[in-house]
């Protein structure tokens, strides 16, 4: 069975590509001479520092091969600019709670979200339930603390 696809925003794929590069051109060769150097201090098997430089490069590239197993399995999704008034992927959506307080969410994939900064996965329980919906559409997003109702003020594609 194939692998499910994995969406991400132009700005999620270039994360994951950056950090791939950093691994790749300066994490991997920096650890492969710290070892080196370590190795060269006689006995290994009392050598902390060699021991932990191995450890690091197993670290390294376990982390080098999901990154590029996530990349291969990635489509970029383009927030829809054409789409203005409807949630899509990619969309900054300002929803006001029952209380009056308001918040913005941007729905982005699995691998770019920060819920500190108000970016939420398409697969949560309120990157769901505001797909599709338009500028005053009200929802009923059900959380472990009970069901809460958020109206739709503002949709931006950024």
């Known amino acids: 069975m194939a692998e499910p696809r994995i969406y991400l925003t132009p700005a999620g794929v270039a994360k994951l590509q950056a950090e791939l ?13 710290e070892v080196a150097t370590a190795a060269a201090h006689g006995d290994r098997s009392e050598n902390a ?14 982390r080098m ?13 383009e927030p829809r600019s054409e789409a203005v008034g409807v949630v899509h992927f990619g969309a900054t959506v300002t929803v006001s709670d029952e209380e ?8 982005v994939g699995s691998d770019e979200i920060e819920p500190a900064r108000g970016r939420i996965s398409y697969e949560s329980p309120v990157g769901r ?27 931006s594609y950024e």
Do not use: C, H, M
């Open 49 to 62: 520092e060699y021991k932990y430089g191995k450890l690091r490069l197993r670290d390294i590239d376990r």
């Open 21 to 33: 590069k950093q691994l790749i051109e300066v994490e991997r060769p920096k650890t492969v001479d």
């Open 129 to 155: 339930a505001l797909l599709n919906k338009r500028v005053g559409d009200v929802v009923v997003v059900r959380r472990p603390s009970g069901e809460v109702e958020l109206e739709i003020t503002g949709i």
């Open 100 to 107: 009056g307080s308001s918040k913005r969410y941007t729905i």
């Open 65 to 77: 091969r999901f990154l590029n197993k996530r990349l291969d399995r990635v489509t970029v999704v």
